[in-house]
């Protein structure tokens, strides 16, 4: 969940994720709202199942790069025949978020 650039409220997405290393890695494109939430504000909450976890998006020094890690990680836990290539298509952003302990 992300808050509202403008409204403030709540927003809340389904996406799939892989979980590596303390973060949580996202893939999308740089229109959605709650990317473009997390622009003006890098805190959200991610809801799994009943667990709710406070996470703090980072920035990302070579996006190319970590989008081609994002889809290996996808690949990995969703299957290959799941997760083609145009996940690394031009447009693609991948987001990590580092779960706060």
Known sequence: MTR???????????TWFAYEDG????RTDRTTDWHRNLGD??????????IELAATSEPIAD???ALRHVVDLFRAKYGAEWVSDW?????R????????R
């Open 4 to 14: 509202g650039r403008k409204t403030g409220r709540l927003h809340e997405a389904t």
């Open 23 to 26: 973060a949580v890695w996202l």
């Open 41 to 50: 504000d890098p805190r959200c909450r991610i809801r799994l199942g009943t």
């Open 63 to 65: 996006a190319a790069a």
């Open 87 to 91: 996940y690394v298509e031009r447009g």
């Open 93 to 100: 952003t991948p987001v990590r978020l580092r779960l706060e």
